[in-house]
């Protein structure tokens, strides 16, 4: 995300609470990295144009948060909130992969994973939204990228190490079977934006 905004803004901050993950960030003259948590910066107030947040606002504590976009937010600025929900592929693949999602890895969901599959829709947004279209992104996966994609689920990582098996393993051979060496898959795209209410 910071590396798609450095080609349009002067000056980018960009956070996160992993040093890890800044670690692996793309690095660009005019980026700037710091490890600090969404609710509290230590940013000037009033200082940016946009804040976005990509595929993590429902970690957040929305209250906390919103606050802080308030205090560092210009008057006529904007935030924008990125996600992605479950994707979709060949009818066959889709039925495999739902039932993946709900009935074997189900149960072991974070709570903040509903917000992903009501599409943002719930999540609290005291801003004036900006109406958008709808988005979406699609892909040329390979069946290993596809498996790959599956193993980093953290309702997987739950289910093996509650249950020491990777469920990917069992649905490998189905999944294959419906999914083939190459296919599309379609990540409908969450976007909801605003500015402040004054």
């Known amino acids: 995300m910071a590396g798609e905004l450095a080609k349009f803004f002067k000056e980018v901050q960009a956070s996160d609470i992993s040093q890890q993950q800044l670690d692996n960030a793309v690095s660009q003259p005019n980026i700037h990295y710091s490890v600090q948590p969404a609710e509290k910066t230590s940013f000037p107030d009033h200082n940016f144009d946009l804040i976005t947040v990509a595929q993590a606002i429902h970690w957040f504590n929305f209250e906390a948060f919103y606050k802080e976009v308030e205090r560092v937010l210009k008057p006529d600025g904007i935030i924008a909130v990125i996600g992605y929900s479950l994707f979709k592929s060949n009818p066959e693949t889709d039925e495999v992969i739902l039932n993946f999602y709900r009935d ?8 903040e994973r509903r917000y992903l599959d009501e599409k943002y829709k719930s999540i609290p ?16 996966w390979t069946f290993t990228h596809l498996i790959g994609y599956l193993k980093t689920w953290s309702a997987v990582k ?27 898959v379609v990540f409908p795209i969450l976007f909801r934006s605003g500015k402040l209410v004054r």
């Not at 093996?160 to 990917?168: C, D, F, I, S, T």
Request: hydrophobic share 35%; proline share 8%; glycine share 6%.
């Open 104 to 111: 074997i890895i189900g149960p072991l969901w974070d709570e």
């Open 125 to 140: 947004f005291p801003f004036k939204e900006i109406k958008s279209p709808a988005f979406e992104q699609e892909y040329q």
């Open 158 to 184: 739950h289910y093996e190490k509650a249950k020491g098996e990777n469920p990917v393993d069992l649905i490998e051979d189905e999944l294959k079977a419906s999914f083939g060496a190459k296919n599309k």
